[in-house]
């Protein structure tokens, strides 16, 4: 599982490096005389409603669901580890505070924000990666608070709490460290949910805007061809479905090498 | 805990209006509205009084029902959500039922072969299911059903054929969840040494999973069905959109496009209370299904 993830996961890393630089192909170029045109020898995937290959727009298109998924990862990852091992650490007020915050986010169906927020916003890229972050943090957040007060019980935590390390420190050597490996897991399945996320905001035309090659985009326009030209939501949806099984294959399996429990 | 959410989730909804970058008002209008046609909408919105003001306005009106009017529609918002959560309450439902009945036989079926063939078949579909993102599944169905066998309509509403393609395509990513869960749920309650003296006590195989241990295995599963209401209910937007199906969600993303505010809150605000008490639907539905758990 976790091969075939990290195969699926590298392919899509060099189809989006390599892809729109091998293609003879330009992702916005239009022939209209060949617009809808059926997958052929010279356009695998067919043309798109502007007479554009959609093999180098599912390339280019690529680069942009990687690079939101890997900017709404970071930045949320950052601020829960942040957030949770502030609230895990220090307990009290602060725990309280933060963790009413993480109970209301939590309580907000995800996607519904990430909606009204870019609705609210204006569609872009940066919103989308900003709405998913918004809602991204909270579930790094509750997962570093829950390993954040198991490790402050830990001895070697309380030793160098005696030995008068300050607590930023013993947050940033000791603590943080027992949560990392269970951080990674949840940054592997998070790709997946920040690229189903933003290719659910662009086909709802709320994200990444045309002409830009965004995979939800591109599905959307196919939404008015379905008759006469299904090619045009067939690819860009295998796109999406094959890179969120891979960070799904990837993230179970890394879960598996980490967590004893799901070892059988 | 229910009621500081709630306050929590309606400070969110109050708090997007004022996220719009520049004038809220002058926003909705669009760049050739006249100064006299913003302000006069400002006032209508309450937009020119101070925010503490705006706020517990906002709190008195949703204790009242009322959560504003229409820009597009000049009508109350209620009445807007009143019209078209019929829709959605069929869709989410039908999407519920469809997804309960492909996922717990091939949940049962997985857990009794497990290892074998049909558990790795049932398991193969269920991590598909979870991986076909809904505005790929929709039209996917569409162009088989709809397009090429022409069996059912590809949009629009007002039949029981209408329902079906957006119930399939609104529950299939549950049913996946939902099958997953019962496999691993029973699985871990055919361990359980009362299942073994089921067995002792000369119980047939077939009747000791259905009898005794799949009762039990039913808790986790109604958690996830319940927690899963809110993906169901978000997920209506997407559906609602491919399939022309006049429900919430469509009239969500209607308001978002004619960037009418105070209907996009009512209907965020609205779904998000719904999500809200079903999750406390769910923890009180524990009680029911296993008698150790009580509520004070």
Known sequence: ?264 | MTAPVLLGVATLVFALIHLVPGDPAQAMLGEGATQEEVSKLRTSLGLDRPLGVQYAGFLKGLVRGDLGRSFRYNTPVTQQIRDKLPNTALLAFAAMGVAIAFAVPLGIIAAVFKGRAPDYVAMTAALAGISMPNFWLGPLLAILFAVYLGWLPVSGSGTAAHLVLPAVTLGAALSAILARMTRASLLEELRELYVLAARSRGLSGKRAVLRHAFRNSLIPVVTIIGLQFGAVLTGTIITETIFAWPGLGRLLIQAINYRDYPLVQGCILFISVTYVAMNLLTDLTYGFLDPRIRYD
Do not use: C
């Open chain 1, 1 to 264: 599982m976790l091969r075939v993830g990290g195969f699926i996961v590298l392919l899509t890393i060099a189809l989006a490096l390599f892809g729109p630089a091998i293609s003879p192909y330009d992702p916005s170029s239009q022939e209209l005389g060949r617009r809808l045109e059926s997958p052929s020898a010279s356009h695998p995937f067919g043309l798109d409603e502007l007479g554009r290959d959609i093999l180098t727009r599912i390339a280019s298109g690529a680069r942009i669901s990687l690079l939101v998924g890997l900017a709404v990862v970071s930045v949320s990852s950052v601020l829960g580890m942040f957030f949770g091992s502030v609230a895990g650490y220090f307990g009290g007020r602060v725990d309280d505070a933060i963790s009413r915050i993480i109970d209301v986010l939590m309580a907000f169906p995800g996607i519904l924000l990430a909606i009204a927020l870019v609705a609210v916003l204006g569609p872009s890229l940066v919103n989308v990666v900003l709405a998913l972050s918004v809602i991204g943090w909270v579930g790094y957040a509750r997962l570093v608070r829950g390993q954040a007060l198991r490790a402050r019980e830990f001895e070697f935590v309380q030793a160098a709490r005696a030995l008068g390390a300050n607590p930023g420190r013993i947050v940033l050597k000791h603590v943080l460290p027992t949560a990392f490996p269970a951080v990674v897991v949840q940054a592997t399945l998070g790709m997946a949910g920040a690229i189903i996320a933003e290719a659910s905001l662009s086909f709802l035309g709320l994200g990444v805007q045309p002409p830009a090659p965004s995979w939800g985009t591109m599905l959307d326009a196919g939404r008015s061809h379905l008759f006469d030209a299904p090619h045009l939501t067939i690819f860009p949806g295998m796109a999406i479905a094959v890179l969120v099984l891979g960070f799904n294959f990837l993230g179970d399996g890394l879960r598996d090498r980490v967590d004893p429990k799901t070892q059988r």
